[in-house]
């Protein structure tokens, strides 16, 4: 496949992980350059329920018996997790319809006779995407007949753009977890406990949501210089400055890196989650700033909720002043706290003044740094 094609299906594919809509606009494309009808689908191997679906050009109604009736006796499908494999040793493995069940036994099958033979259908390629627990997000390509073999290249071109597929639907599950009434603009963002930073590829910040500025002014693993993203050490920052690059080249469509994923040490023995992804500037966000990287950053705090509970017991914060803080943690200003509550400014202000009085800080940037401190030291000032 032309170099060319793969470039544009890798800026389609990192459109559609900021836009679900736009799934559609690549799949139909996969469909044409593959010769085939492609999906996108969730599918839980315990229960073969179906979750998210998307199919670039086949018939919606066929497309909702599968979800309904047939991905329970699709042999294709079952054969990839029979035997009692480990869901993590099949992620990123190719699996051809015929490989997995002899072209005369799948004719015998309902699934054959009332599924696919309608829809001129006799052969597939699939590959479970990522995995997370009994739920599988597949990518898989139904096809003819006719159009039955694979081409080595096409084999080729399929796992070069696997990597970029499998970012793309991890930063689409991040992000769109939010209301749908603000996945179309940079407020939606804020609304998400992960952190959101938007960098141009010198690693200039662009743009970051709350909950990344909480974790920057902390400086727990990243911090700001002269406005530019780094890390704590000088090798760690240079390490994460090369896969800003390399993601933002992407996002150009200079090369087909698929992004990269960082642990940022602070403290005695913790570390940032950064994702590091490729994304599009003049798709959905509509940024004039030059190729744009976006980096997913998780604190062990926010990935563990039960730890604010934890250090607010320690404290003897009551359950209003531990809201209070969870808010403030996740970076949200007071006022927007007390109308997002139903509180007056005046009771968040009293909750706030106990919690400084119980923790020994008397600002909200010290607050901050004080309970996302790995180490969890509960120790009162004096």
């Known amino acids: 496949m032309d170099s060319k094609v793969i470039l544009r299906l890798i800026g389609s594919i990192y459109d559609a992980a900021l836009d679900p809509e736009l799934w559609d606009v690549f799949l139909a494309s996969f469909s044409a350059h593959f010769k085939g009808n492609a999906g996108l689908f969730s599918q839980n191997i315990t229960s073969n329920e179906v979750g998210l679906v998307k199919y670039g050009e086949a018939d919606l109604a066929y497309a909702k018996l599968y979800q309904d009736y047939y991905a329970h006796v699709n042999p294709w499908y079952r054969n990839i ?95 769109h977890h939010a209301d749908a009434h603000y996945r179309s603009a940079l407020s939606a963002f804020d609304h998400l406990k992960t952190g959101v930073i938007l960098v141009r590829e010198d690693g200039w910040i662009i743009f970051a949501n709350a909950s990344a ?49 960082l642990a940022l040490p602070f403290g005695p023995s913790q570390a940032l989650s950064v994702m590091v992804s490729p994304m599009t500037t003049e798709q959905h966000l509509e940024l004039r700033h030059g190729p744009a990287a976006m980096l997913l950053v998780e604190h062990p705090l926010t990935r563990n909720p039960d730890a604010t509970t934890e250090l607010a017991r320690r404290y003897g914060l009551t359950g209003a002043q531990t809201r209070l803080l969870e808010a403030i943690l996740n970076g949200r200003k007071l006022a927007d706290y007390a109308d997002e509550a139903r509180l007056s400014i005046n009771t968040v202000k009293s909750h706030m003044k106990q919690i400084f009085e119980k923790t020994g800080e008397n600002r909200q940037a010290d607050l901050i740094r004080h309970f996302l401190r790995g180490s969890g030291d509960t120790t009162r000032k004096s």
């Open 81 to 175: 997790w029979s035997g009692g494999v480990n869901p993590i040793n099949q992620e990123g493995r190719l699996f051809f319809g015929s490989g997995l069940v002899d072209p005369r036994e799948l004719e015998r099958t309902e699934f054959y006779a009332d599924w696919l033979r309608p829809q001129g259908i006799y052969e597939t390629l699939a590959t479970p995407v990522l995995v997370s627990g009994a739920g599988i997000t597949n990518l898989t390509i139904l096809r003819s007949r006719r159009h039955a073999a694979f081409e080595p290249h096409e084999v080729e071109a399929w796992r070069e753009l696997l990597p970029h597929i499998r970012r793309a639907v991890q930063v689409h599950e991040k992000l």
């Open 213 to 261: 500025e909480s974790i920057l002014s902390a400086g727990h693993g990243l911090s700001t210089r002269f406005g530019r993203i780094c890390a704590l050490s000088s090798k760690d920052t240079e390490a994460l400055l090369h896969a800003i690059k390399e993601a933002a080249s992407t996002g150009m469509g200079r090369n087909t890196h698929a992004g990269t994923k």
